[in-house]
């Protein structure tokens, strides 16, 4: 007689992997190594959270719910393993190099990662997330950008590694998911200490609407967006979600230049 799953009752939107084998999966892809520390957001019923600690990893499991934390701990004590009762939305990601293998609350993760890749300056490794189909596509793709996507791949490179159909999930999702992979650059396309002037940057050409050399008037002269135009391969008239990471960078550099205009 088939089994009906217990649903978890995690954060809003949290699925668990029904397969101890696919996430064991999931954690040898990610390339983790004995001693490495990884978070886990949004532990849930430990499913990975068991793969990592296989693989010879420090945990630290955020998870929302008090009682599967309190499960985690009750059923997984290990000297390798922290389990917190915490909103991964609030917490302070460690000091020391990290990675993340997790899979995120569906209709938490957008907060969860621009909480996590807003300041590029903090010490991850890399991250493997499982997401919603649509939010992986979406910020992964080079086109159309978005504001978020552009912004983080400037420091980071952001990959669709696996699709996860959503029979792979308890309970059973609307939707299908990915694993998004995130790695940060070994050159990053701007300085991370200028992150907070170039998301202003960036902001002002996405929200506006308007083309690019509308938008960055303040910024930039005309006749500068359209000569990066003509060397970096897009009109002069396109719209912000028409350009890629490397061309954002370069307008930017020359808006930090003044003497190079």
Not at 24 to 33: N, P, R
Not at 178 to 200: D, K, N
Not at 211 to 223: E, K, M, Q, T
């Amino acid at each position: 007689m088939a089994v009906r799953p217990r649903p978890i009752r995690g954060a809003p939107g949290q699925h668990a992997l029904r397969s101890s084998r696919l996430a064991a999966e999931l954690v040898h892809a990610a390339a983790i190594s004995t001693g490495d520390l990884v978070i886990d957001v949004g532990a849930g019923t430990g499913v990975l959270t068991r793969a990592l600690l296989r693989a010879g990893a420090r945990v630290v499991a955020l998870e929302l719910d008090p009682d599967l934390a309190a499960a985690l701990r009750r059923h997984h004590p290990h000297e390798r393993l922290e389990v917190l009762n915490v909103d991964a939305c609030s917490w302070d990601w460690p000091r020391e190099p990290f990675s993340i293998v997790s899979n995120l609350p569906f209709t938490g993760s957008t907060v969860i990662l621009s909480r996590l890749l807003r300041n590029p300056r903090i010490a991850l490794r890399r991250a493997d997330v499982v997401v919603q189909w649509e939010l992986a596509a979406k910020h992964a793709a080079v086109w159309p950008a978005t504001l978020k996507g552009t912004y983080w791949r400037t420091w980071n490179d952001l990959v669709i590694t696996h699709r996860l159909s959503r029979a792979a999930f308890s309970p059973v999702p609307d939707v299908d998911a990915a694993v998004l992979g995130i790695t940060p650059r070994t050159q990053p396309l701007v300085p991370h200490e200028e992150h907070e002037a170039f998301w202003q940057f960036l902001s002002a050409g996405f929200r506006s609407g308007r083309p690019v050399a509308d938008a960055l008037r303040p910024h930039l002269a005309r006749a500068v967006v359209r000569r990066v135009a003509d060397t970096h391969g897009f009109s002069p008239t396109a719209k912000a979600r028409d350009l890629d990471v490397w061309q954002w960078a370069r307008l930017f550099a020359l808006r930090r230049s003044p003497r190079r205009r």
